[in-house]
């Protein structure tokens, strides 16, 4: 687990959570739910924040490891930077969104965001999500691969064939192992295919250890058609 | 207006133009008289009483009765056939008619054949004006060889009958030519303005929609999703408002509903269309609209009944009729002042006997025929056992008409002529009239004092042609060539004035003068009028040193300036009407398609918000009443409903680029089942019909097996991606592709080693 100055807690820790969301309803299931049930043991939620004011003075009071922010605030500030000037400050950021807005998600991975977890998922789910963010981890969705699939020009500029056919089976919901048989290559292969599309970037010294990373790259790089604020 | 023999529309280019043509053709015909009179007071008098009677009487009268209808802006087509038909009678008859003339000038009649010509060729088109010019220059020669035509010689007579109709076709070619260019302007302007109004309806469309989806998002979809998490008192009251709330925000949204403007004809068919494929890709769907009716407005409620009762029929059709076929025609007519538009669904499904249909059932009756009663339409419904059933939805009444009018291409820059001016045309036929002009001074050479002065001039004419002709790189002329013609002309005139004869009218040895004439029109359309003005005062000069010293006198030098002249002056009232067309059409292009913006498109958004609206309450109110008022808890059914309820509101938005109700359908029926369907859509826009439907039967298809786990649809990025579905049962796992015709290939992926 990492905290916000990135030392590495204990694994026993409880881990710290601050949830931010402009519905109460959302705020208190969450606050209710998470750390009273089994799938959700080791979560706590420390505070609750309704706009991006609030979640500067909470921040302020309470310490805490991974923070769940709603991507449309009814404050409407811009879930981007919201999200950089979080990530800036060394907190694990993990979007909780209705993910009906693309181009929102995208804004929010590019600003640095660590994971995206979906409102209707089971609340296990977004528990398991909150633990991966708060050990360091950064995930990986059928909504982010989405996004690097969707984005055409970025597919041809920079992969190949091979790995463009690995991307879109994976995105069309195929796993590795039946995409390496589909493809007569091996299983590590098809892995090294997702893993070279990485690289690439790795190469130039601007290493993308996960998709998200690869996606920050390429909107930096503006391979990402241009992003206009809502 | 009251009557227009050129457009459909209103106050077009086409109409602008065809309507200076028509006061121009007018014009000419009024000046062409006046050089005759002189001959016309000495011939008429002696000549027989049934030919001044017929043709006389008839010629002015049709002239004055183009001046009256031009003045008035009607269509001078019937007295302009008239005065051809007329022309060609008097110089077929005038052996008989006329008394004899000296054969030193023209006869007067000589002076109307030019502005018949026109007539003709401006009414029947270039070819048939040319061959009533040839039949007229014919008949005019062969009477000129007559006694009573002169007994002239062969190639006077040649001469004459030749030059004038070649003169008269120059310039009905070059009305012919921008009379084309401005209806091909009006074509353009027509598709252009047809695809700015889609363009501004899809924008005030995304706009609604924004609106919209903000709303499920942040208030029903979070409601949704927080009622099926909810585990404790606290969040199950915040639920319980947030919901009652959410059900007020829906009933504002219904109550806003604006349905007081109009929408274009063209909008409602598109919308028609999309709702059309939304309720399943399978229908079929068409149009009997003519496109000049395109641009007609209906009351907005108008339009929103017809599309919601059309939809309701349609999805009947889809979820009951069991029908192998599914179509929908929109038809639209003009009856006089009113609009009659209709639409129609057809299935071949079923059917059932409209008299056993239980009247709580009766969705249909009460709703279809009710809203369209409202809206000031009709329905009616036929229906057989086996056969299938027919809705009918009607509406007839008065199109609003577009405050803005005027529908125009944009001009090349305010500056300039209109766009699709003939520049071209008017280029070959100065040098054609060149050729002529010098073909006639050859012909008549005999007659030059001397042959030399005339040769340099013809070869100056041709200097002078590609000068005035020069192709630049704007339509002004460039300084250094408006310097260089106005010599060329004195050149050419002023050689002229020494080789002319000045003891008889040369007749066609004045081969110069149409020519030239020409080229001070050309100089006033490349925007070089004072240069023009400046050629005729050396014209002035030339003509005048020539026809003073001889035995014409002042009656010389004005016979001879009035040709150029008249000209110079049409040629700059046309460039300026011209100009000023441009700059109308311009200004109104900007107003329609503003107008267009704020209004069509403003309310076709908001008719098709309301059935957004309607649809989202007919979804969703149920299930959030439901929460609104559920007791201390929210009880498990209600949990699983807000789910699934959930996943196919947001499936709906993610993946609207192919979701239509028939796949809504057959998706949630599987989610009930706690199959996982999952739609990836990475496409910027919607899938094409043929698409949609392989989608939807390759998903129906999948789903229809027990063993299946899970689905996923994903939408490849470009039009040229393809889309696919994966299937997955506990033993196996199945992709289909889709290409963009539809054509599929669907193989087994193995699941274990």
Redesign the interface.
Known sequence: MVDRTGRQADASEQIRVVVVDD????R??L???LG??PSTAGLRVVAQARTTTDLKRVLKENACDVIVLDL?L?DASDPAETVAELVAGDYRVLVYS????PRLIRRALAAGAHGLSR??E??AETAEKIRQVAHGQTLVS?EI???I????AF?EARLSNREREVL??Y????DV??IA??LYITENSAKEYLRRIRTKYSEISRPAPSKVDLLRRAIEDGVVPPIQPQ | MAESRWVGSPASVTLGIALLIDRMMAGYNVISWLPSVPYARTELVRAQWWWVAVFCTGLVGTTVLMVIRAARTQSVRAPAVAYALLTLGAVATAPWGLPEVPTAREPWIWWLIGPSVVCAAIWAGLAWGTAYGAVLGFCFAVFRTTSAGGSADLRTAISQGLFAPAAALAIAAVALGMLKAARRADDLAQTAYAREAAAAMDRALAAERDQLDRLVHDDVLTTLTAAAHVQDGAAVEATKSLASATLVKLDELCSKAETDGAVTLSGLVQLAQTSALQVSPAVLFGTALPESLDGERLPAAAAEALLASTREALRNAVRHARARHVAVNWRAIREGPLLRLSSRVEDDGAGFEIGSVPADRLGLRLSMAERMRDAGGTCSVSSERGVGTTVELAWTGASTAPDSPTRGPRPRAMHALPADFPVTQLMTLTWLLVGVGIFLGLLNANRFIEVAPAVLAMVAMCALAAVVLHAGRSLRLPTWAALSSLALIAAVAGLMDFTLPKDRWPDAALWHFYPLQLVLVVLAIRRRIKIAVVGLLVLTVCYGWWSLRSDFGWTGLVIAVFGPAVFLLLAIIVTRRLRAIARRQDLAHQQEIVAAEESAGWYAARVQRSLWVADLIETASTTLTRIAAADRDIPVPLKTEARLLEAGLREALVARNVMSDELAEVTDAARRRGVSVTFVDSRRGPVPPIVGRAVTSEVRAALQSSAVQKVVVRLGPGPHQVTSVVYQDGARTRLTTIDETGSWRSEEIESSG
Do not use: F, Y
């Not at chain 1, 519905?23 to 959302?26: K, L, R, S």
């Not at chain 1, 995105?171 to 195929?174: A, H, L, R, Y």
């Open positions: 519905h109460v309803a959302v208190l299931g606050a209710g739910s009273r049930l449309i009814d209705i993910a009906d807005n409102k209707s089971s609340l059928t691969l989405a996004m699939d969707g984005d055409q597919v879109t089976l995105v069309s919901g195929i192992p039946q048989r589909r």
